[in-house]
């Protein structure tokens, strides 16, 4: 009866680490940037987009928004 509990339990400590696994992935995908900056407009560098794929912004607009940020 205990071993069948201990496997139950190891089969649903499986089921959820497979299914975090998914939806972390998912939402990797989700959260892709664009190919464009959401700022001035101008194409985001292929080496920026391979560094961090949800960048929305190019390096020198985000250098604009980190010093308004950090300024406060």
Request: charge should be negative; glycine fraction near 2%.
């Amino acid at each position: 009866m205990l071993n069948e509990y201990a496997l139950e339990l190891a089969q649903l400590r499986a089921d959820q680490e497979r299914d975090a696994t998914i939806s972390a992935a998912v939402a990797n995908m989700r959260c892709s940037g664009s190919d464009d900056c959401a700022d001035c407009g101008c194409t985001i560098p292929a080496a920026r987009r391979a560094a961090y794929p949800a960048a929305t912004r190019c390096v020198a607009c985000q250098e604009q928004v980190e010093r308004e940020v950090y300024a406060r």
